[in-house]
């Protein structure tokens, strides 16, 4: 008998923002659950959401309208029907969620559609103004503990995937209450982990977000794809802190202009929907004008909004402003980019289905390729809703674990963890100084220099801490994002390569990514799907 607890189910989820509650929540009439999450359930970038979800529910809308302003920030990059599916099947499933018991903005009896950049419509609902990603958590972890199928698993961070002949068969996690491995067992397993934004120094995510389902998927076999692709946010509140606190697109969307340090309102020189252009071209002409002034920042103005909309609308920016002592809006805040959303993740399916086995990635962990090269704003909690409910149905239809299956991981032992230490500090610098919305051949090869000199501080425990688990999928992932970028000679969406201006048609393909036989990554490209079903 193996020494370590071996715990069976019919399904686990890993993590507990949108994308793990939600799925969880759907699986539970089907079975029982696993809900793993490494910290206290509501941590992760979920609660931090500002803006609100993208939807065409307001009826000067339409899917259509919101299919052609996704496809067109993603940068060609999108599988075309995936973004279908999420356009179309997005408006039933945000009423599901309303029916779940989270309460959204009306305004004379409707719901109050918030703007954000390139987006051709008001159609961003939101909650208490600007704490959707609260409410949202609020919600679905008062439905996940409602469900007495769902067993809740805190302070338990996953360490490896179990697979038994390529197959993913559960997770071997850590309890750091307990201080001990434990072997979850399941016939299907849900990786929602979360994006990378925490390998930045300078990031909008909070501390628990740092790839560890990404890479684990990676170790165990599953292909990655598109890891060159990470959104800067443009309106980071440029005061000391971490995590970075957001200044939502809404309040662009509301009026708000960028300053230079001239007090000139720079966007339009740089677009031609000048505030309100996408992610990463504000991003870019927020740094260009940085860098010209000699400053890190340049100025968000509110005062277009008024005072009194500004105080309704968002509350919660109000109060940090104001609390940093920033007199808004009276006066102009600070602000300059941050890493905030990761495109790419690991390759599923619209189904949420790994290339491995009974292993399935949802939320900011997997990469259906809704977003493309740059996703659109308020499109990712969308994403979870959406596609969260496809993941159930495709889990509950996974076949049972033979009993042979289940006795060979009886007899199994847990396995060592990589570790890394000392390190994880500097990573953040690497990452931000060479692959941030700005990147080179030169600052990529840089990267990787620096990550191979790291990699001999990594080595296995069987007592790890949280913080050495982290470090170590970090670097594995920093490794495998600058190797990923190096191999896209082209500047698309987030991805801006200074030697290589402008798409290549040629490039128009998403970057595979998977372990070798050799034990080192292999880089394979699969057209983007354009075919409309719809
Ligand atoms: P998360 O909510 O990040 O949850 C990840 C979970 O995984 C956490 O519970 C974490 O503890 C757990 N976890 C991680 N690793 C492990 C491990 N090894 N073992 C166990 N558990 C683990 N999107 C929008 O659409 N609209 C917005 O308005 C918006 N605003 C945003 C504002 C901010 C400040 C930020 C940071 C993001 C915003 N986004 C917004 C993006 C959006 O919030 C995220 O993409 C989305 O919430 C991701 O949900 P998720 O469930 O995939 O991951
Ligand atoms: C914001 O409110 O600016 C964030 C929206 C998002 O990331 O989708």
Redesign the pocket.
């Known amino acids: 008998m193996s020494k370590c607890e071996q715990l069976q189910y019919d399904f686990i989820v ?7 509650l939600w799925t969880a929540v759907h699986l539970a009439d089907g079975g029982k659950v696993a809900l ?4 206290d359930l509501q ?4 609660a ?6 993208a939807v065409a529910l307001s009826d000067e809308d339409d899917p259509e309208l919101h299919l052609r302003d996704t496809l067109e920030a993603g940068a060609g990059l999108c599988d075309v029907p995936a973004a279908e599916i999420l356009a179309f099947e997005g408006p039933e499933a945000v009423r599901e969620l309303i029916e779940h018991g989270a309460q959204f903005d009306m305004e004379n009896g409707e719901y109050a559609f918030g703007r954000e950049a390139a987006h051709s419509q008001r159609r961003i609902i939101h909650a208490q103004g600007d704490a ?2 609260a409410e949202i958590e609020r919600a679905l972890a008062a439905a996940a503990r409602e469900r007495n199928n769902i067993d809740i698993f805190e302070k ?3 360490a490896h995937i179990l697979t038994v002949d390529g197959h993913c068969v559960g997770i071997q996690a850590h309890d750091f209450a307990a201080g001990k491995p434990v072997f979850f067992v399941a016939k299907a397993t849900a990786l ?4 990378l ?1 925490c390998l930045y120094r300078v990031t ?2 909070p501390p ?3 790839g ?2 990404i890479a684990l998927a990676y170790r165990a076999g599953a292909t990655l794809k598109d890891i060159e692709f990470v959104q800067f946010h443009p309106t980071a509140l440029a005061a000391p802190g971490f995590p970075k606190f ?1 200044m939502s697109e809404a309040l662009r969307g509301d009026g708000a202009q960028l300053l230079n340090h001239d007090g000139e309102p720079f966007m339009q020189r740089h677009h031609k929907m000048g505030n309100l252009a996408p992610r990463d071209e504000v991003a870019r002409a927020v740094m260009q004008e940085m860098k010209a002034a000699h400053q890190p920042f340049v100025y968000l103005d509110l005062q277009p909004i008024g005072k009194r909309r500004l105080e309704k609308r968002f509350p919660t920016i109000v109060a940090e402003c104001r609390g940093r002592g920033f007199a808004v809006p009276d006066q102009p805040v600070p602000v300059s980019p941050a890493a ?2 990761f495109m790419g993740g690991v390759d599923t399916d619209i189904d949420c289905m790994s290339s491995m086995p009974g292993l399935f990635a949802v ?3 997997g990469c259906i390729s809704v977003h493309g090269a740059n996703r659109l704003a ?5 994403e ?1 809703l959406v596609f969260g409910r496809r993941c159930a149905v495709a889990m509950a239809n996974a076949e049972a674990l033979s009993a042979a299956t289940i006795a060979e991981i009886a007899r199994r032992e847990p396995q060592a963890v990589p570790v890394g230490s000392g390190f994880y500090h500097d990573l953040r610098d690497i990452m931000w100084d060479n692959m941030g919305a700005v990147r080179s051949g030169a600052t990529l090869r840089n990267a990787l220099q620096h990550v191979a000199h790291l990699s001999a501080r990594v080595s296995e425990s069987e007592e790890p801490t949280p913080d050495e688990m982290e470090a170590a999928n970090a670097l594995l992932l920093a490794g495998l994002m600058a190797k990923a970028a190096l191999s896209r000679r082209e500047s698309r969406g987030a991805h801006y390569r200074v030697e290589h201006q402008g798409v290549s048609e040629q490039m128009r393909q998403h970057t595979l990514v998977r372990i070798g036989d050799n034990g080192e990554p292999e880089i394979d490209y699969r057209p983007v799907e354009l075919q409309r079903h719809r």
């Open positions: 890993v993590g507990s923002g949108i994308a793990g793993l999450t490494k910290d941590q992760g970038s979920t931090y959401a500002q803006g609100g979800i959707t990603g338990t961070q996953a929602a982990t979360g994006g934004g909008t995510n628990v977000v740092t560890d389902g957001l905030h959303y939320g900011e962990c308020s499109n990712s909690l969308l979870a």
